[in-house]
Nanobody, 126 residues
């Protein structure tokens, strides 16, 4: 059973940066599609980015495009979300998710992921 753990959240001022990590236990993520999601209080969980398992093709929601960057780490069991130019509207609990999908050229920001982390809080405030 793949288990995912997010880390790297915290309190940051507007305009600041954070890097979230998504670490898998006992498995490597090479053959998994990875998605990042967030949920703000009173709102539905939304997909913000994903990365395919073939050629690491990336997709971003318009709300984060140009500010956030999804990637895989050199350690094959970790994924990252680099978040720059943070704004208060980015405040939310951030989740990573994964699906077993070897050599997939596509990824989805929809909610149908099998494996989920527990979430990490990001608060953007002065």
């Amino acid at each position: 059973q793949l288990q995912l753990v997010e880390s790297g959240g915290g309190l940051v001022q507007p305009g600041g940066s954070l890097r979230l990590s998504c670490t898998a236990s006992r498995f490597v993520l090479n053959y998994y599609v990875i998605g990042w999601f967030r949920q703000a209080p009173g709102k539905e969980r939304e997909g913000i980015s994903c990365i395919s398992s073939l050629h690491d093709k990336t997709t971003y929601d318009d709300s984060v495009k140009g500010r956030f960057t999804i990637s895989r780490g050199d350690a094959k069991n970790t994924g990252y979300m680099q978040m720059n130019s943070l704004i208060p509207e980015d405040s939310a609990v951030y989740y990573c998710a994964a699906n077993w999908s070897p050599y997939s050229p596509r990824c989805t920001m929809g909610p149908k992921y099998h494996y989920w982390g527990q979430g990490t809080q990001v608060t953007v405030s002065s």
